[in-house]
């Protein structure tokens, strides 16, 4: 069933909201203002000022902690004269014998491969917009991927376990904790930044009205 | 932050969904456009025919989801090998040993990442899926909510995996103590990323569609 839409708006640009369908008139949004659909109430746009400025900024930050995160020692464990030290790869490289493999690569890609592809491809979309030139070549194709990726991008859930297995093993032997767990911490806060800053929608808009 | 007015079509202040005004939106950046179009022009994201995503996938991931979710609880996640002995804990079982060592806290959080919300998201997703296209107790603000939460929590139950990941990467010492995975560790990874996809492939725009037949 279909129903007519109102005379008097023909020809006016509308949107639907992505979670209700709900139709309405293309907003041009001022900054620090938040427009949200008028039957759920998800939030449509919420441009801020500088938003993809500092947004690119904090990816830029993400990428070093990431680098950092990868290549430092983690965490180190001590036990009657012995020791162990473990880095994040050698966490995802824990399932690598025999048939688990598979969940070795898994986890790589969780916490370390995921989260990187994220932050190359938001750094690769906004830095043309940025710098007020025109995207790059497949800008739209990145920034989706990123969005595509983000439920499965879990560094945040990562540090949380480490937690939890610090509790499991703290009877048995003297856990110390190296930079790269610190690094870890502090990338998980920025990435909760980066994407409460981000305002998708602007940037949907911008990557179009910027096209060649 | 100040909320800006949206302005819908028309002046009455009946709410239109793009499907009822013969449009396919994108689910991604929102964009409408006649039917037939196959490809959004802003984002390039693919469009569905009819403007709806179908209920196959959700079902389909979600029975791949409680398939795999059982031999998960079945088979040992952990083994532990220290100088008098070995042994070998299940996801309960490990839940209880950190109980019974006073970890209350952490016991908690493995008990509800790993048991509670599996089995509430099965239900969840299920009552979802159900419930669409019927008159349903919950109104469609709650079942919204709920999927919100289903949506946002299930990924939270990847952290027993990645508990047992970094034990067996740590407690490597020699002969005194090494702890190595078990192979629940696989299926119960596994029933993460399906019931995920599952939930993924619920169009929230189902749920809302109740919403519009009631008017």
């Known amino acids: 069933m279909t129903t007519e839409l109102p005379a008097d708006f023909a020809g006016k640009p509308l949107i639907a909201c992505p979670t209700c369908d709900t139709l309405h008139v293309e907003p041009s949004v001022p900054t620090n203002h938040a427009a949200c659909c008028r039957r759920c109430g998800r939030v449509l746009a919420a441009p801020r000022e500088n938003a993809v400025r500092n947004v690119l900024a904090l990816a830029v930050t993400s990428t070093i902690l990431m680098t950092g995160a990868v290549f430092f020692p983690f965490i180190e464990l001590q036990a009657a004269g012995l020791h162990n030290r473990a880095s994040v790869l050698d966490a995802a490289m824990a399932f690598s014998q025999g048939i688990m493999a598979p969940l070795a690569i898994a986890v790589a890609f969780l916490i370390i491969l995921i989260p990187t592809a994220r932050l190359v491809a938001i750094i690769y979309t906004l830095l043309p917009l940025v710098q007020k030139r025109q995207p790059y070549r497949f800008a739209a194709h990145a920034f989706r991927l990123a969005e595509r990726l983000r439920p499965w991008s879990m560094a945040e859930i990562f540090v949380l376990g480490v937690a939890v297995a610090l509790v499991k093993v703290a009877g048995l032997a003297t856990v110390s904790l190296g930079p790269a767990f610190w690094a870890f911490a502090v990338l998980v806060v920025v990435n909760v930044l980066q994407d409460n800053t981000m305002c998708r929608y602007t940037i949907w808009k911008s990557l179009e009205t910027t096209r060649r | ?215």
Request: aromatic residues 8%; contains cysteine.
């Open chain 2, 1 to 215: 932050m100040p909320v800006y007015n949206m302005e819908i079509p028309g002046n009455d202040a009946a709410l239109i969904s793009a499907q009822r005004a013969g449009l396919v939106a994108c689910s991604h950046c929102g964009r409408v456009y006649p039917p037939g179009t196959e490809s959004c022009g802003r984002c390039g994201s693919g469009l569905d025919p009819d403007g709806r995503k179908s209920l196959q996938g959700v079902w389909a991931w979600l029975a791949a989801g409680i398939l795999v979710y059982l031999p998960a609880n079945i088979y040992p996640m952990l083994r532990t090998n220290t100088l008098l002995d070995s042994s070998e804990s299940t996801i309960v079982g490990g839940a209880i040993e950190l109980f019974h060592h006073g970890a209350y806290a952490v016991a908690a959080i493995v008990f509800v990442a790993s048991i509670l919300i599996p089995i509430g998201k099965f239900l969840a997703i299920g009552y979802l899926a159900m419930s669409l296209g019927r008159r349903s107790r919950m109104s469609v603000h709650h079942r919204h909510m709920l999927f919100e939460v289903v949506e946002f929590i299930g990924r939270w139950s990847m952290i027993d995996v990645f508990v047992v990941a970094i034990l067996s990467a740590l407690v490597h010492l020699g002969s005194v103590a090494n702890v190595n995975p078990g192979i629940a560790a696989v299926s119960f990874a596994l029933s993460v990323a399906f019931t995920m996809l599952s939930a993924q492939s619920l169009d929230p725009r189902l749920i809302w569609d109740a919403d519009e037949e009631d008017r």
